[in-house]
């Protein structure tokens, strides 16, 4: 074991503050990971606060990581000392369901070990995720980093990245087809981006008029107010696909009857209580309402590679460390474009 320090809190009620704990030594197949920045989700603020109900303290959040290896275990030959890497939302899973043999470890039966908040598999131990100094992972579940790329840039990817390439990629988006994203942030943004990057014609969904010159920058090909009943009714029946990235509670049918027949909406958002569907928005045109986690590795590899081949990476705020709950504040109003990463420089020495 070695010492190792992070941010982190004992209870829902107090704000994150230096942490002091200890991690293992890599074993024959571990890579040990120097953090050099972490990107910041909403749900590190979810987890950090119980607001899911569900949370183990110590907490120490954090799931899009990109450093340096600085050990590796007798086994590994797929990284060495000094390499680029990255961890995204897991760090382990059962390796023997259905899921896991097809490479979907996101959707584990059993369920996955999550980068932080655990369970680790069979000890059922906590885990600390990537707000600290370094990190210790499975070779299976670290990801190889693209050089060209801006690194704090990144970190988001290993998340919003590849909550958004998923879907996108699952369902075969491609050049000619239509496709919608509902809202512009942390997750919006990047579905805009990949999307485009994909040939898709892009028209993003917002109920801020104010955002139409930035969806533009970001790739989008056309933008519509949902507020405007009249600019919605136009697009009626038109599109090949729709991937929905709002959190908060809204008109799901509106964008339902924007499919045109046999196609998909894809949910990644989640609203805190259960959306209203309207069964002939789905009936009446034969439209399929999906929804989709993150991904397995090797479509989070694809997905690295796959921004590393067109200089893709999130639009980004950093902060040092001891901003965070600044930035909880902050991401609570959407006060960010588009999402905070933290330069773990910042990082204190000692707790």
């Known amino acids: 074991m070695f010492q190792c320090i992070g941010y982190g809190t004992q209870e829902a009620s107090t704000p994150l503050k230096p942490f002091s704990f200890e991690r293992r030594d890599p074993g024959p197949n571990d890579v040990e990971i120097e953090i050099v ?20 303290y110590p907490c120490v959040p954090g799931h899009e990581i990109v450093g340096r290896v600085t050990r590796v275990g007798a086994e590994v030959s797929t990284f060495k000392e000094g390499d680029l890497a990255g961890v995204g939302c897991m760090v382990d899973s059962c390796r023997e369901c259905d899921s896991c043999k ?28 990537g707000y600290s100094s370094h990190i210790v992972v499975d070779k299976h579940f670290v990801l190889r980093i693209p050089e060209n790329l801006d690194l704090a840039g990144v970190a988001p990817l290993l998340c919003a990245g590849i909550t958004t390439f998923s879907p996108l990629h699952h369902w075969k988006v491609g050049p000619g087809q239509k496709v ?44 519509v107010i949902s507020k405007d009943a009249d600019a919605m009714a136009a697009e009626s029946e038109s599109f090949d696909f729709i991937l929905d990235t709002v959190a908060a509670q ?33 009936i009446w045109r034969r439209r399929n309402f999906a929804g989709s986690l993150i991904g397995g590795i090797a479509e989070t590899q694809e997905m690295l590679d796959f921004c590393g081949k067109h200089g893709i990476t999130a639009d980004i705020e950093m902060i040092p460390i001891d901003e965070i709950e600044t930035a909880y504040t902050r991401m609570q109003k959407s006060d960010v474009k588009y999402r905070f990463v933290i330069d773990m420089a910042s990082l204190p020495k000692a707790a």
């Not at 990107?39 to 607001?51: F, I, M, T, Y």
């Not at 490479?103 to 655990?118: D, K, R, S, V």
């Not at 049918?253 to 789905?282: H, I, M």
Request: one cysteine or more.
């Open 37 to 56: 920045y972490c990107g910041v989700c909403h749900s590190d603020l979810h987890q950090a606060r119980n607001e899911w109900q569900n949370t183990n």
């Open 250 to 282: 809204h008109d799901i049918n509106a964008y339902l009857g924007l499919l045109k027949r046999d196609c998909t909406l894809v949910q990644v958002g989640a609203p805190e209580k259960p959306l209203d569907v309207n069964v002939f928005s789905v």
């Open 102 to 129: 097809e490479g979907l470890e996101q959707y584990c039966q059993p369920g996955f070990t999550a980068t932080y908040n655990g369970p680790a598999q069979k000890t059922g131990e906590n885990t600390y995720g």
């Open 180 to 223: 919608g994203i509902v809202g512009l942030g942390g997750l919006g943004h990047m579905g805009v981006k990949i999307a485009h990057a994909m040939g898709a014609k892009v028209t993003l969904f917002t109920t801020s008029p104010g955002k139409e010159a930035d969806a533009r920058r970001l790739g989008a090909d056309n933008v």
